[in-house]
């Protein structure tokens, strides 16, 4: 895999999988049906989102991002950042929220894996808030999540990712935001179907 980066603005534009350098490609994580299909991916927007089930690669993805744009690792909602304030003085999302309005300032390249884990409702929309603000001041979020509250995120492009590859979705395709409607369309409907006895 290889990331393109912007000039000085160190933005990612886009990503290639390199296949002719893969020794086995049924080997995990290459073996994983939407990593299979990879070639070229666009980012081309200040915020992307990789969704999908539980095991559809977004977060291999996400990692091998990281390791194409030269970073060391992704920023998870469990991760410790050195040099900061004690964040065990405060709960998990505050922690985090912190970290976040903290670090993310200006231009740069932030990559989160599933950042809603340690936010209540509220905090992702402050979560929003923060994002909007780095990217005003030039910064670029490539996001995995499973949240529709984050991916309404304004002009983010969303990639699906499943069995058939990955393919963008509009917001509303997209499982997180469609489950999410069913359920508080019809809360007890939704809960009878499901556990029906």
Same mark, same amino acid.
């Given at each position: ?6 000039? %000085?603005?160190? @933005? ?12 086995? @490609?049924?080997?995990?994580?290459? =073996?994983?049906?939407? /990593?299979?299909?990879l ?11 990789? !969704? ?9 993805? /996400?990692?091998?991002l990281?390791?194409? %744009?030269?970073?060391?690792?992704? %920023? ?7 040099? #900061?304030?004690?964040?065990?003085? =405060?709960?998990h999302?505050? =922690? ?6 903290? @670090?993310? @300032?200006?231009? #740069? ?9 340690a936010? =209540? ?12 603000? %780095? ?8 996001? !995995?999540?499973h949240?529709?509250?984050l ?13 058939? #590859? ?7 395709e ?24």
């Open positions: 895999m290889s990331g393109e980066l912007a000039g %000085a603005t160190g @933005r990612l534009i886009g990503l290639e999988m390199l296949w002719d350098e893969v020794d086995n @490609r049924e080997a995990y994580p290459f =073996s994983i049906p939407a /990593l299979a299909r070639r070229e991916l666009s980012f081309d927007r200040p915020v992307t989102f990789l !969704v999908g089930e539980n095991g559809s690669g977004k977060s291999t993805l /996400l990692e091998g990281a390791v194409a %744009a030269g970073l060391n690792n992704v %920023a998870s909602a469990y991760q410790e950042i050195e040099g #900061g304030p004690d964040y065990h003085k =405060s709960c999302g505050e =922690s985090f929220l912190d970290v976040v309005g903290g @670090r993310f @300032r200006g231009p #740069g390249l932030y990559l989160m894996d599933e950042p809603e884990s936010l =209540s409702v509220m905090g992702q929309l402050q979560l929003l808030v923060h994002m909007e603000q %780095a990217v005003a001041q030039g910064g670029q979020f490539v996001i !995995v999540s949240s529709p509250i991916t309404a995120f304004p002009e983010a492009v969303i990639y699906r990712l499943n069995e058939a #590859g990955i393919s963008e979705a509009g917001y509303t997209t499982d997180p935001y469609q489950l999410t409607k069913s359920f508080l369309e019809s809360p007890m409907g939704f809960l009878q179907h499901l556990l029906p006895n």
